[in-house]
């Protein structure tokens, strides 16, 4: 049956509506990034540049790096432009946009994510690596899709517990990344992690300009949640959107995390833009690895 206009909507020209992709537009190779600007700061290392796009915060060059083909887009902040980015992503390679009709085969694409972060534990210092080895959210994202059947549930009850989590805010849902791609990216200049995906950036991190905080000692109680003994490394705002709708429509994907602050120690980093530089290289690398 085919997928209704108002439900898949394209441009008059065929491209997918936000993100202005064709399928014969992207690689099998996906790398994000929250920042538009980041794009080309990904791709200024690539061999060639073959495809560029833009519309509203959604930038997108695809090209070739040592000889394999990558596309790199920028999502925006926050699980909501995850939803549109991943589901117009999948849309292209698994849905046929002529007959508006799913492929009888689907494909898998490999995501990674490349963004800034800040650390919650004292033991994992500014300037470093962090791959995120699972992610809660603290969104509702994907409480909107039928997901239990990849919801880490016996972690998110446990946290819920710990934090005594407010019964007004969305329940916590727990999802992990993917193994092969985690191994993939995993060497000595990186460490593992459990991220927290929050949905804004001042009072849901618990920093405080102007406004009362509804909980002022949440990130000490994420600091001290330890689940079979896998604590909450970090704070972000996309990797667990990125799971979550990575296994549901069968893509893989990893987080990879420059960490420019400590929010235990205070610290932040001299000089981020170098270690996201630094992250932005490694992981191209170890893709072509």
Same mark, same amino acid.
């Given at each position: 049956?085919?997928?209704?206009?108002?439900?898949?909507?394209?441009?008059p020209?065929?491209?997918?509506? #936000?993100?202005?992709?064709k399928p014969?537009h992207i690689?099998e190779?996906?790398?994000?990034?929250g920042?538009p600007?980041?794009?080309?700061n990904?791709t200024q290392y690539?061999?060639?540049?073959d495809? &560029?796009? #833009?519309?509203r915060?959604? #930038?997108?060059? @695809?090209?070739?790096?040592k000889?394999?083909?990558?596309?790199?887009?920028?999502t !925006?902040?926050? @699980? %909501?432009?995850?939803?549109?980015?991943?589901? /117009?992503?999948d849309?292209?390679v $698994?849905? %046929?946009?002529s007959?508006?009709?799913? $492929? =009888?085969?689907l &494909?898998?694409? %490999?995501?990674?994510?490349?963004?800034?972060s800040?650390s919650?534990?004292?033991?994992i210092p500014?300037? *470093?690596?962090?791959?995120?080895e699972k992610?809660?959210?603290?969104?509702?994202?994907?409480?909107?899709?039928?997901s /239990?059947s990849i919801?880490?549930?016996?972690? *998110?009850n446990a946290?819920?517990?710990?934090? $005594?989590?407010?019964?007004s805010k969305? =329940?916590?849902?727990?999802?992990k990344? +993917?193994k092969?791609?985690? /191994?993939?990216?995993?060497?000595?200049k990186t460490v *593992?992690g459990f991220?927290? @995906?929050n949905v804004?950036f001042y009072?849901?991190?618990?920093?405080?300009?102007?406004?009362p905080i509804? +909980?002022?000692g949440l990130n000490d109680?994420l600091?001290?949640?330890?689940h079979?003994?896998q604590?909450?490394? $970090?704070?972000?705002?996309?990797?667990a959107?990125i799971?979550?709708?990575? &296994?549901l429509? !069968? #893509?893989r994907?990893?987080?990879?995390?420059?960490i420019?602050?400590?929010?235990?120690?205070? /610290?932040?980093? *001299?000089n981020p &833009?170098?270690?996201?530089d %630094?992250?932005?290289?490694?992981?191209?690398?170890k893709i072509i690895?």
């Open positions: 049956m085919a997928i209704k206009e108002s439900e898949l909507i394209l441009n020209d065929g491209s997918v509506y #936000h993100l202005n992709l014969e690689a190779t996906i790398i994000t990034v920042d600007d980041r794009v080309s990904i690539f061999d060639s540049v495809f &560029k796009t #833009h519309k915060e959604f #930038h997108t060059q @695809t090209g070739t790096y000889g394999k083909k990558i596309t790199v887009i920028s !925006g902040i926050g @699980t %909501d432009n995850i939803d549109i980015v991943f589901n /117009e992503l849309a292209l $698994n849905i %046929d946009l007959t508006r009709t799913v $492929n =009888k085969t &494909k898998s694409l %490999d995501i990674i994510r490349i963004g800034t800040g919650i534990q004292r033991h500014i300037d *470093s690596f962090l791959i995120s992610a809660v959210g603290f969104d509702s994202l994907l409480h909107f899709y039928n /239990e919801q880490d549930q016996e972690t *998110s946290l819920v517990q710990h934090t $005594n989590w407010s019964q969305s =329940k916590p849902y727990v999802v990344a +993917d092969y791609l985690v /191994e993939k990216m995993q060497s000595d *593992s991220t927290a @995906t804004g009072g849901p991190q618990g920093r405080i300009l102007r406004l509804q +909980d002022n109680k600091a001290s949640f330890n079979s003994g604590p909450i490394t $970090n704070l972000e705002m996309e990797t959107g799971y979550g709708l990575s &296994k429509l !069968g #893509h994907a990893v987080s990879m995390n420059a420019i602050a400590n929010r235990a120690t205070g /610290e932040f980093s *001299s &833009k170098q270690i996201v %630094d992250l932005i290289k490694y992981t191209l690398n690895e």
